[in-house]
């Protein structure tokens, strides 16, 4: 069993090094060793809500800690396969039976999200991570049936940026997450508050407010290069989005991002209806980047449903159009950490989308600022 135990967290560590392969890790609990297992990507992708049991090492058995996960789906589960997921497998019960003399009602599922030291590096030298099968295929087939009750039921800020001379749409809406309950249990119970904060460095996330994008097939309107932050009545540099896709996006429609360019000064925004700048900000305009390309280092990455994109609010992004038949829905959540505070701006600002009556300096809170993650 030593030996078993030895070769198994040696193969942990190897797995630990592949970025496609997130790991949590049990701890030791009141002195006793406890089972670890690598985890696994496929794990995410087909919906188990947690990827490790914990137990005293003694409720331990060769074939368990090999296998290395107890997954539950819907009630459902597997214990079995070894660590890069084959071999034998046994039904939720039979490993329960395997454990009921050994400490099983002790026994704990544990899950942690653990974002890469490579990914937050990342992000802190671009302004923006890619990160792999994050969320489940039961959060992207919620939130596509959602997309659709939420565009035959506009808000009050709904708006599509299409210019109608070149055909397609792109509609967009805020604060969808007040009106329509999938998107509320999006913001409060899918990973994306603790992948915010943890890439931000921070010990709390707090939910800003969220923003659907559809550019449906045949839409040869660009989103045009600006920076977040600038619109948005906030300080700090702990402020993240995450983009959230619901259909596959080949990188020729993806988002794109200037590398480096979270580190600029804010330039003027300006409304994507009409091109029209912000009055009264004080502020620079954005400088020419489609006419100048070359002159810049641009990322952008092709995505599956379960990805994301992690960007900085500063960084200089955009993206192109949609030529092809299929559609390009996603969901942008913005997320606050321990720094930020409220900003009264000059000029014209369109976030929040109502006066929050918060002093300049305050932080965010309250019932449509919730606090949704928290370090442990």
């Not at 009264?280 to 305009?285: A, I």
């Not at 159009?321 to 701006?345: E, F, I, Q, S, V």
Request: proline letters at 6%.
């Amino acid at each position: 069993m030593v030996a078993d135990i030895a070769d198994a967290q040696t193969r942990i560590a190897r797995l630990h090094q592949k970025p496609e392969n997130r790991q949590s890790r049990v701890m030791a609990e009141g002195g006793k060793r406890t089972c670890i297992g690598a985890g696994h990507r496929h794990a995410r992708q087909n919906n188990y809500k947690t990827s490790f049991v914990k137990m005293s090492s003694d409720a331990c058995s060769a074939d368990c800690f090999f296998a290395g996960w107890i997954f539950y789906r819907t009630g459902q589960g597997v214990c079995g396969g070894e660590l890069n997921g084959h071999g034998p497998s046994f039904h939720i019960d039979a490993c329960r039976d395997k454990l009921a003399e050994r400490d099983w009602e002790e026994a704990r599922l544990v899950a942690s999200l653990d974002i890469t030291d490579a990914e937050i590096a990342a992000y802190e030298r671009d302004g923006v991570a890619c990160l792999r099968g994050v969320f489940s295929p039961d959060w992207i087939d919620l939130m596509r049936g959602a997309v659709d009750g939420a565009m035959a039921d506009p808000g009050p800020h709904a708006e599509d940026y299409a210019n109608a001379a070149t055909g397609g749409r792109f509609f967009g809406d805020l604060d969808v997450w007040q009106r329509q309950p999938a998107f509320r249990k999006f913001v409060l119970e899918s990973p994306a508050g603790e992948v915010a904060g943890r890439i931000m460095r921070s010990k709390t996330s707090t939910f800003l407010y969220d923003h659907l994008l559809v550019k449906e097939g045949g839409t040869a309107e660009r989103t045009p290069w600006h920076q977040d932050q600038p619109y948005w009545a906030v300080s700090g540099r702990q402020v993240a989005s995450l983009w959230v896709p619901f259909d596959s996006v080949p990188e020729d429609v993806s988002v794109e991002y200037v590398a480096g360019s979270h580190l600029w000064p804010e330039h003027n925004p300006y409304h994507f209806d009409d091109g029209s700048p912000y009055e009264g900000t004080g502020l620079p305009p954005m400088p020419d980047i489609e006419g100048h390309r070359e002159d810049y280092r641009i990322l952008t990455f092709a995505l599956e449903p379960g990805d994301c994109l992690v960007f900085q609010a500063m960084i200089v992004h955009g993206a192109p159009g949609n030529p092809h038949k299929g559609r390009r829905r996603a969901l942008a959540t913005r997320w606050l950490g321990d720094d930020a505070r409220y900003l009264k701006r000059k000029g014209e600002v369109s976030i929040p989308t109502t006066d929050p009556g918060f002093a300049n300096g305050e932080r965010y809170r309250g019932e449509f600022y919730p606090t949704v993650w928290r370090a442990a």
